[in-house]
Structures are given as C-alpha cells and as structure tokens.
C-alpha cells in the first residue's frame, strides 16, 4: 500500500514558487517526510526531510500540517532546472527509501 | 549533500556475460548500502539492502544468485548481474545511508546510476 499520496503532474511558470502537495495521512509518529528530485536519467537528489516542524535549507522549504498527516515542498523561485520528478517519501529511522510514482514538475519559461 | 559515485555509468553487453556495477560513498562511510532498479517511464524498485560485512537481504522478487551483492567495505558496494540477459536491461542505481546524523536523521544519498544493455 502507498503511503503517501501526490499528484501525478504539475506545472509552474519559471521564477513562480512551487508548491508540491503530498498526503500522508497514515504516517505514524516515528516516521518521517522525506523528498527527493529525479532529473531524467539521473539518481534521486535528496531535497529535505523533516518529523513534525517546518524545514528550510538552501534548496527548498518543507511545511508539515500540524496533524502531520500532509506537507507540501515550496520551491521558492523554481528554474528550468527544476523540472524532475518529486518523491514524497515517509519512513521509519534505519528502514530503506521506498519510492511510489512521485509528481512530475514541468516548469515553463 | 553527501557524494555517492557508480562506475560504469554505461554498459552493453552480450546475453549471457556477467557485469559489474561499483558504487563509492566518497565523503563519508557508509555501513548500509541500497540497489535500486528502474525500468523505463516506472519509478524505482528496491532490490536489495547490504551491510557492511553482511550478506545482503534481498527484496521479494529477486534472485540473490543473479544479483550479486558485495559490501566489503564502509565505502564500496557491487552489484553484480550474472548471466545477464535482455530482460536485464534497466537502470540501476545505488544509495547510501549516512548516518553520522544520528538516529532518524540518516540520509541516503544517491548514485548518478548505471544504464545497463543486455543485447
């Protein structure tokens, strides 16, 4: 069963922010939110990750719901070079990475 | 973010040979290694989890003895396919788990993967 939830396609105008939703609404209280990026024909690019408060590091912002059953990823001024494909992925410390289909990002010029 | 190297990022070969795929944490050490695979236009699959200096556990589906795994080191892992045959042909990508983080904020970190083509 997938635990969480994104839309399969999303598009966003060049130097608007991104906002990537995902439903996880299953997640238990050890689990935490990871995203990570795949560019086409590249490995996955970790983003950020977080438990239950809010995270920002150079790449992008992470917002957690207070009931933490969803989080949506803000790119802030998105670029050509942000159209991938956005995995939302919730996980138990020490358990492996697994990926569901993601949301593809197409940003337009 | 942490680097995670593979070699080759490319490689053909013929039905029935075996290839060898090396995946390198290079800043940092790495007691857990992953395989992934992907096939075209589908997201990626875990096949198998290798400690260091352990045998690997190996995902529901996958042949241990097709899919060789070595982890002898805290910053190599291999994955070798043996007997490689048309059906082999995906991308394989490896990860790393650094852990010097601390308990839950261990990150894994990605190769730039391997295009495999078994002709």
């Known amino acids: 069963d997938a635990k969480t939830t994104q839309p399969p396609s999303m598009d966003c105008a060049e130097g608007r922010a991104a906002n990537l939703p995902c439903n996880h609404s299953t997640i238990s209280g050890n689990e935490y939110v990871y995203w990570y990026r795949q560019i086409h024909s590249q490995g996955p690019q970790y983003i950020i990750h977080g438990l239950k408060n809010n995270e920002t590091n150079e790449m992008a912002s992470l917002i957690i719901t207070e009931d933490r059953k969803s989080s949506t990823l803000i790119l802030p001024h998105a670029t050509l070079r942000d159209t991938a494909v956005y995995y939302c992925?919730?996980?138990?410390?020490?358990?492996?990475?697994?990926f569901g289909k993601g949301t593809r990002l197409s940003v337009i010029a | 973010g942490a680097v995670v190297s593979q070699h080759p990022s490319r490689v053909i070969c013929k039905s029935g040979t075996s290839v060898k795929i090396e995946c390198r944490s290079l800043?940092?050490?790495?007691?857990?290694m992953f395989w992934y695979r992907q096939f075209p236009k589908q997201s990626l699959m875990l096949m198998a989890t290798?400690?260091?200096?352990?045998?690997?556990?190996?995902e529901q589906g996958v042949e241990k003895d097709k899919f060789l795994i070595n982890h002898a080191s805290l910053t190599l892992s291999t994955l070798t396919v043996t007997s490689a045959h048309p059906e082999d042909s995906s991308f394989y990508i490896c990860?790393?788990?650094?852990?010097?983080?601390?308990?839950?904020?261990?990150?894994?970190?990605f190769g730039p993967g391997t295009r495999l083509l078994v002709l």
């Open positions: 800043d940092f050490q790495a007691t857990t």
């Open positions: 990860s790393a788990r650094d852990s010097s983080g601390g308990r839950g904020e261990e990150t894994q970190y």
């Open positions: 992925i919730v996980r138990v410390w020490s358990t492996p990475l697994v």
């Open positions: 290798s400690n260091e200096g352990s045998k690997a556990t190996y």
